[in-house]
T-cell receptor, first 116, second 113 residues
Framework: SAVISQKPSRDICQRGTSLTIQCQVD?????MFWYRQQPGQSLTLIAT?????????ESGFVIDKFPISRPNLTFSTLTVSNMSPEDSSIYLC?????????????FGPGTRLTVL | QQQVKQSPQSLIVQKGGISIINCAYE??????FPWYQQFPGKGPALLIA?????SEKKEGRFTISFNKSAKQFSLHIMDSQPGDSATYFC????????????FGQGTELSVKP
């Protein structure tokens, strides 16, 4: 498996501001993913971030709202821009690692965001 | 067609009992089916996973049963313990979609002592 850390672990932000979430992995990985988990809900993929290329966003998520950086094989950031209370969620990064016959995703601990 | 439907939404089981969580999918091209366990305040942790070329996979007290024709798979937790109380998510992915996971809605399991 991989050791994945996220910063900050939680934050309370004001409406209209932006927050950048960091994801650090202890090994080099090609594929990193960012998910959103709204309170009491399941996980929804925001985007896939591969090093050296633009992030690929899922339907309903746009780069202007959730810009992503992937400067190297162990690090990525997700920015939540111009926040509103509807952005209050847990944001999770995950990485894909080969495990035996399949690639498997491992998740970080998450960043709990509250927007007032 | 990309949905994964999970049931029940919540489950209460007595200690020592069997917990069963079910998932159904529509896209027959899905080729990887993991289960994740999530404790409050933590990220999901991979529990067990299966590919569609086998009908069952067992790891300790956890078993996945897979029915390809019915497009269903389930998680069985044998000898359930209070420490198993968590939220469980099934998921599915397509290898040629770069590992994108489609998650079920989640099941909140409570194991009573």
């Amino acid at each position: 498996s991989a050791v994945i850390s996220q910063k900050p672990s939680r934050d309370i932000c004001q409406r209209g501001t932006s927050l950048t979430i960091q994801c650090q992995v202890d090994s080099q990985v090609t594929m990193m993913f960012w998910y959103r988990q709204q309170p009491g809900q399941s996980l929804t993929l925001i985007a896939t971030a591969n090093q050296g290329s633009e992030a690929t966003y899922e339907s309903g998520f746009v780069i202007d709202k959730f810009p992503i950086s992937r400067p190297n094989l162990t690090f990525s950031t997700l920015t939540v821009s111009n926040m509103s209370p509807e952005d209050s969620s847990i944001y999770l990064c995950s990485v894909e690692l080969p495990m035996r016959s399949t690639d498997t995703q491992y998740f970080g601990p998450g960043t709990r965001l509250t927007v007032l | 067609q990309q949905q994964v439907k999970q049931s029940p939404q919540s489950l209460i089981v007595q200690k020592g009992g069997i917990s069963i969580i079910n998932c159904a999918y529509e896209n027959t091209a899905f080729d990887y089916f993991p289960w994740y366990q999530q404790f409050p305040g933590k990220g999901p942790a991979l529990l067990i996973a299966i590919r569609p070329d086998v009908s069952e996979k067992k790891e300790g007290r956890f078993t996945i049963s897979f029915n390809k024709s019915a497009k269903q798979f389930s998680l069985h937790i044998m000898d359930s313990q209070p420490g198993d109380s968590a939220t469980y998510f099934c998921a599915a992915s397509l290898y040629n979609q770069g590992g994108k996971l489609i998650f079920g809605q989640g099941t909140e399991l409570s194991v009573k002592p």
